[in-house]
């Protein structure tokens, strides 16, 4: 039972279920919770800046957003050090194997040999999933700063949408589909 709290389909069904019966402050208040336990919830984040939006609450659809940016960024900064990490444990232990290649005998040798082999195997699955890991985690958070600069631009206009995007350009990670939201934004808005 513990456990269903990291569902975010059920922190969202309780936040409609209670809008549905007229108890806003408990639909916000399950809104809230469900994005505590679930920090990367596209789900909970996009109901809760929708519905603080609709109540004319932009601080906290910003506040929203942001939070989702943040978290998203604090995943790709462990993914790399974990890349990593995984990457400096195999060089460890090709560096070792180096070392006692100077004194073994054939038999050993080709086991050491067959082994560094493996290991750049090892590495090279690593580096390819750290680089579709990466780039997911790049969309993912591409479209976060495209909703955020989308509902600035329907708030605030047009100055405050650039300003979310001059901010956007400079994080990391980030696909080329910002510029293209931006292009978009600015297009629609007759400058």
């Keep these: 039972m513990m456990n269903m709290r990291f569902y975010p389909e059920i922190w969202y069904s309780a936040g409609e279920y209670a809008k549905l019966q ?4 408990d639909a916000i208040e399950y809104m809230k919770n469900g994005i505590k336990a679930n920090k990367l919830s596209f789900l909970l984040h996009y ?3 929708e519905n603080e939006e609709s109540n004319h609450r932009i601080s906290e ?3 929203t957003l942001e939070s989702l940016i943040a978290n998203l960024s604090q995943e790709y900064e462990k993914m790399n050090k974990m890349a990593e990490f995984m990457t400096l444990q195999l060089d460890a232990e090709d560096e070792a194997d180096g070392k006692l290649l100077a004194e073994a005998s ?3 040798w080709d086991v ?3 082994r560094q082999a493996r290991r750049r195997g090892q590495k090279d699955v690593i580096k390819r999933e750290h680089e579709m890991r990466v780039e997911t985690i790049a969309s993912e958070t591409t479209n976060v700063w495209i909703s955020l ?3 600035m631009r ?3 206009g047009i100055k405050s949408a650039r300003q979310i995007f001059a901010k956007a350009r400079k994080a990391r990670p980030l696909s080329h589909h910002i510029f293209v939201a931006s292009g ?3 297009l629609r808005s007759g400058f």
């Design 184 to 186: 978009i934004l600015v």
């Design 22 to 25: 007229g108890r806003e402050s």
């Design 106 to 108: 054939k038999e050993e």
């Design 154 to 156: 329907r708030a605030e």
């Design 61 to 63: 659809v910003r506040n």
């Design 112 to 114: 050491i040999l067959e």
């Design 47 to 49: 109901q809760f800046a």
């Design 149 to 151: 600069m989308q509902a």
